[in-house]
């Protein structure tokens, strides 16, 4: 039983009930998000990992985030509740209550992903709220594309609506959602699994409630997330005050080539980055909203200065983020934002490139793998059913102050590529290359991670349809302190017809599709490379005794 005598409010728990609570709220988080992936219809959900769940308080404050989860998720998801809370006032939820979203301002930034939240009650009062966000495996519309240009084009904009209504489905909302989507059958699978994630959240944390006799989460939220805020205003402590510049141009959509401006501004225990310069918005998807644009600044900052404590609502309550409105990075509707993550994942490598000139032992280089690259193949199987199905996979992390970067793996997101198995299984799709790309790691004191390269045949009897979501064509990951540039990516045809990097198209049969990707920026300077890893890197295939020789100097 825990002790709530007389203490002041941050210290009516002691340090090892405050670990062993909170790591049970984690535990809570990590359930919900289990119950999403074993009950889940989607290859991008089971597979690809692109999901989150999180446990919030009655106040919409985060608490705990599942441990896997996409990280931009986890911090978007307290400030769509609380959109929430503001249509649906706190005293009108009731128990078995459910609302979803997609809409982009309010939710993730794009309208594939479905937000649900439903509360918590115990002993009749509203303790919390359990969330998940999911990647539908489609929304009607374009698909997931970068070529439209209006958010009207992109698909179903559901706004915050009752789903479940005291536990019972609300049909309408499910007939709205039917009427709009190709997959009704894997779409709503999804949504009933994220319910059933967000149910078990809130079991778990009635369960939660039992063992600590607590009566509430008030005293241990605030506990928690001044533990937190704590934990990170003295990481950014540890950075010397001052403005820290950097910049970052990237492929963006023909003539409108993107061009990110930054200003990291540490103050004390605060830290502002500011984004004023940065290109306007365009009239295609690539436009990313404020909320993504916050947390895909947020998370970063929280990965250099303070990766080891949990994350939670306190956790980003030092870092203030500004964009000017009409911008990139901050569009007004109905700006087109399907593709914002081919903008919003290249804000940690400017952000990082901007830290490295206050504390470069804390930051990568820039990577590959920001941002992810995606094909997306819709159409008939040969049995005549529809199908849509997306090819996560990455090119190469940045290299890291004292390690290689890691080859072929997404940052700053987390999706995963899944099993080549799971993605044929379901679509007349068959993998023919998914290997290493040999000199694509930026050469460096330490090498980045390797891109790679995928070849996919299809085999359908009818052209599908193909969009293609890529950057890094023109504009590779840069090196830090001396680091060389990873090599850039390119998408062919075997028929020797280039698509377009970021529209849609088609793919005939029997036509292949080979993506090369990325690799990621190298750290420091090529010549203190050790001679023993530079062997091994030819030994092993990743760099060409050539690319050795020229690149490293005698020691290759």
Not at 186 to 196: E, H, I, M, P, W
Not at 389 to 396: N, R, V
Request: charged share 20%; hydrophobic share 35%.
């Amino acid at each position: 039983m825990v002790d709530l005598g007389a203490k002041g409010a941050g210290e009516r728990f002691d340090p090892i009930t405050l670990e062993i609570f909170w790591s049970r709220l984690i535990s809570i988080a990590d359930e919900s998000a289990a119950a999403l992936l074993r009950t889940s219809f989607s290859t991008i959900v089971r597979e690809s990992n692109d999901f989150g769940t999180v446990l919030m308080d009655a106040n919409g404050d985060s608490l705990s985030e599942n441990t896997g989860g996409i990280p931009s998720f986890a911090g978007i998801l307290p400030i769509t509740l609380k959109h929430f809370l503001a249509k649906f006032p706190r005293e009108t939820w009731k128990p078995g209550d459910c609302v979803i979203t997609n809409d982009p301002w309010l939710a993730t930034g794009h309208l594939p992903d479905i937000t649900m939240v439903m509360p918590v009650f115990w002993n009749g009062q509203l303790v919390g709220f359990s969330g998940s966000i999911a990647h539908s495996p489609d929304i009607g519309g374009s698909l997931w594309s970068a070529d439209c240009r209006e958010l009207f084009e992109e698909g179903l904009c559901i706004p915050p609506l009752k789903f479940l209504k005291e536990g019972e489905l609300n049909k309408d909302v499910e007939e709205m959602i039917v009427c709009n989507v190709r997959l009704p059958e894997q779409v709503l699978g999804d949504l009933n699994a994220q319910v059933t994630a967000n149910q078990v959240c809130g079991r778990r944390l009635i369960e939660f409630f039992e063992d600590s006799e607590l009566d509430d989460l008030s005293l241990l939220s605030k506990s928690l997330l001044t533990r937190a805020e704590t934990a990170m205003r003295n990481a950014i402590e540890e950075v010397p005050d001052g403005i820290y510049h950097s910049s970052l141009d990237a492929d963006g959509f023909d003539e409108d080539e993107t061009h990110i401006e930054c200003a990291v501004t540490v103050e004390g225990s605060n830290i502002e980055i500011d984004y004023k310069g940065t290109s306007k918005q365009i009239n295609r998807g690539l436009n990313t909203v404020m909320n993504y644009t916050h947390a895909y600044s947020a998370y970063p900052i929280k990965c250099a200065l303070d990766p080891l404590t949990p994350r939670n609502e306190g956790s980003y309550r030092p870092i203030n983020v500004v964009a000017p409105e009409g911008s990139i990075l901050n569009p007004t509707r109905p700006a087109p934002c399907n593709a914002r993550q081919l903008t919003g994942h290249m804000l940690a490598g400017v952000i990082y490139a901007a830290l490295a000139q206050a504390v470069p032992s804390k930051v990568i280089a820039d990577s590959g793998s920001a941002p992810s690259m995606r094909a997306i193949f819709s159409g008939l199987n040969p049995k005549g059913n529809r199908f849509t199905q997306i090819l996560f996979a990455s090119g190469g992390m940045g290299a890291r102050p004292t390690k290689d970067g890691i080859s072929t793996i997404a940052f700053p997101t987390n999706a995963g590529a899944g099993s080549i198995e799971a993605f044929e299984s379901v679509a007349p799709l068959i993998v023919w290359q998914k290997e290493f790309r040999a000199d694509s790691g930026g050469a460096g004191t330490y090498r980045g991670g390797l891109g790679q390269v995928c070849e996919i045949e299809s085999r359908a009897l009818e052209p599908l349809q193909l969009s293609l979501l890529s950057d890094r064509w023109r504009h590779p990951a840069t090196g830090i302190l001396g680091g060389l540039e990873g090599a850039k990516s390119h998408i062919s045809f075997s028929d020797g017809t280039v698509p377009h990097q970021k529209s849609r198209t088609v793919i005939e049969p029997g036509i292949r599709l080979k993506m090369i990707y990325a690799g990621g920026g190298g750290y420091g300077d090529p010549t203190q490379r050790e001679r023993g890893r530079v062997c091994e890197d030819v030994k092993n295939g990743y760099v060409t005794a050539a690319a050795a020789r020229s690149l490293y100097g005698e020691g290759g």
